[in-house]
């Protein structure tokens, strides 16, 4: 005769505390419209488009330059300097190239900015713009190319990945083999400047996270390049903050002679409105699951799995270095907390959705009864 152990169901539910002062962040800044240059032809081997008003420093400036020479493969396009970054080339055939450069965070009093290109073969055009409320640093989010042969009266592009933000500002520009002199911006966008078959358009805060596109309607048939490209919202003005439920429970389990386990899923907003680019880590500590005549063992806790989404006003996605699984630290008193989840510098700026999931493993020899243990999570800055 043999005799069955008896099952007894073990219910574990777990108080969490935050140990920080929850509060809401301040709402990251969306990108503006700030001022643009007209679209001007250049002379010889170089092109100078202007702004009407000097820059303000901390803004950024987007310059899209087009370059009908006989050798678009050779992209011998210079900036004014160092600070200007390129985020995309297109070429149609020979015709080309057709570019977009950023300055972020630029310095103050500037009005005149000069690209050469000494192969230049004629058609050297370019127009500037200034915009507020951009990340000053690292700003770039998304771009994309195209570009099309034969006869099109659509001039479309498309971002090669899906925006991070809903914050976002986006810029356009299309380059044309004839010279069509109007141009329809495609829904929800607005025109920056057109001239002899070049056009550029803007749109401030397009839907996130999917892939953007714009389709101009040309006055005429075409052979044409596009190019566009994204920049994310500024995050600054405020400060570190993390929201999160007071409490969570874990489904119960039922001893059967093994040990046994049951997860539930924290979610949390972590939230980096300071600017700093530091980066941020979130740490947690506990302590000891204790019940009527028992306790669990102090490494009974585990974060196995963790993932992230933009929140609304997001600026960028954390870029996570933490290997899981990670122990979550258990005692009588806390011990000194681990980094569960954190965002490399320059990365993480503003509202972040997080979800942890935590395991709770129950030994085959653990008394029956409800446990519970007290969370403590931090946020605290630095890579």
Not at 261 to 271: D, E, K, P, V
Not at 285 to 299: H, K, Q, R, V, W
Not at 366 to 376: D, E, G, M, P, Q
Request: with cysteine.
């Amino acid at each position: 005769m043999s005799l069955a152990r008896p099952r007894w169901l073990v219910a574990i539910p777990a108080l969490i505390v935050v140990a920080l002062l929850v509060h809401p962040g301040t709402a990251s800044a969306s990108p503006s419209f700030v001022e643009k240059g007209t679209v001007v032809t250049g002379s010889g081997t170089s092109v100078t488009p202007t702004l009407p008003s000097a820059t303000t420093s901390g803004d950024l400036l987007v310059a899209v330059v087009e370059d009908e020479n006989s050798n678009c493969t050779v992209d011998n396009i210079t900036a004014p300097s160092a600070y200007w970054v390129k985020a995309a080339n297109a070429c149609q055939g020979a015709v080309g190239p057709l570019q977009l450069w950023y300055y972020p965070n630029v310095s103050s009093g500037l009005t005149s900015f000069t690209f050469t290109n000494p192969p230049n073969g004629g058609n050297f055009l370019a127009q500037v713009s200034e915009w507020s409320g951009v990340a000053t640093s690292n700003p770039l989010d998304q771009t994309g190319t195209n570009s099309n042969s034969g006869g099109n009266t659509t001039l479309s592009v498309t971002t090669s990945g899906a925006l991070a933000s809903a914050a976002e500002l986006a810029v356009t520009a299309f380059e044309t083999t004839t010279g069509i002199s109007s141009f329809t911006p495609g829904s929800g966008w607005s025109g920056l400047g057109s001239s002899g078959g070049f056009d550029s358009d803007y749109r401030l805060s397009p839907p996130g996270g999917s892939a953007l596109s714009e389709s101009v309607t040309a006055g005429g048939s075409t052979w044409f390049s596009g190019v566009i490209a994204t920049f994310l919202p500024a995050c600054t003005g405020g400060s570190l903050s993390l929201e999160t439920a007071s409490s969570v429970s874990f489904p119960g389990v039922t001893l059967n002679g093994y040990n046994r386990s049951s997860q539930t899923n924290i979610i949390f907003t972590l939230n980096d409105q300071t600017g700093s680019g530091s980066g941020w880590n979130l740490n947690g500590t506990s302590t000891t699951f204790t019940g009527a005549g028992g306790e669990l063992p102090t490494t009974a806790t585990t974060i196995n799995f963790v993932s992230d989404s933009a929140a609304t006003g997001n600026c960028n996605l954390p870029t996570n270095t933490v290997t899981y699984p990670v122990t979550l630290p258990a005692g009588a008193t806390p011990p000194t907390a681990v980094r569960l989840f954190n965002a490399t510098a320059n990365t993480g700026e503003g509202p972040t959705n997080v979800t942890l999931q935590a395991t709770v493993t129950v030994p085959a020899n653990a008394r029956a009864t409800s446990y519970a243990s007290t969370w403590t999570f931090s946020l605290s800055s630095g890579p």
